[in-house]
Structures are given as C-alpha cells and as structure tokens.
C-alpha cells in the first residue's frame, strides 16, 4: 500500500513562488525515478520535471527551465518542487510520480505512462 501524497498547492499571484512536497508512506521510491508531472484544464498531462535515483540527475521541460528546481530527500522518503516566478501558463494541476523501472535507472522518463505510482495531484493556481 504505497502512496504517495501531494501537498503545497494553492493560489499565487504570478511573480510569486511556490513549493510543492511528495511525501511517499507505507514503502520506499529510494530505488525510483521521481517526476513531477502537471494537467491544466482541456490539455493533456505533460511532464515537468524529474530526477533519477542514481545520480540525482535531472531534467525540465523547456517552459520551466531556470524558475523550477526538483530535488529529493531520500531520508524523509519526499521529493520537492521549488517552482520561482510563476505565470499563469503554470495553472494546473501538479502530480508526483515514481518511475521504478531498471531501464530507466540513469534517465529521466518524461512520457507519463513510462511512471508507475501517482499521487491524487494538488491545484497549482497563478493568476495575472
């Protein structure tokens, strides 16, 4: 029974900033890719950001590149979000996902269905 909870949604102004927490409980991801993926409304889900397990390498999506920073902590069994200047094209909701596949164990997955956990997603709002 692992879950893993999205938290640290909410409305912000754009300009403003916002960090969103995964907190895994009932197993370990420590072995397992982590992304971050979003779904704004009438669009299909797209991924944002992730992070391997191994090496903690890292990867955006152009959009996001030098305002969203992914990291993990393996300890407190949580990946974060930090997302910096945010705009309204930023307006979704945001899921956490582990990708526990060996294939992927030294790259980041960015297609959505190569990830095999999700969380139930938390509302990011950026308005003008």
């Known amino acids: 029974q692992v879950q893993l909870v999205e938290s640290g949604g909410g409305l912000v102004q754009a300009g403003g900033s916002l960090r969103l927490s995964c907190a895994a409980s009932?197993?370990?991801?420590?072995?397992?890719?982590m992304g971050w993926l979003r779904q704004a409304l009438g669009k299909e889900r797209e991924f944002v950001a992730g992070v391997t397990w191994t090496d903690r390498s890292t990867s955006y999506t152009d959009s996001v590149k030098g305002r969203f920073t992914i990291s993990r902590d393996n300890a407190k069994n949580t990946v974060y979000l930090q997302m910096n200047t945010l705009k309204p094209e930023d307006t979704a909701v945001y899921y956490c996902?582990?990708?526990?596949?060996?294939?992927?164990?030294?790259?980041?997955?960015?297609?959505?269905?190569?990830?095999?956990?999700w969380g139930r997603g938390t509302h990011v709002t950026v308005s003008s």
């Open positions: 009932g197993g370990t991801f420590s072995n397992c890719g």
């Open positions: 996902a582990a990708d526990c596949s060996a294939s992927t164990d030294f790259r980041v997955s960015v297609r959505p269905d190569e990830y095999d956990y």
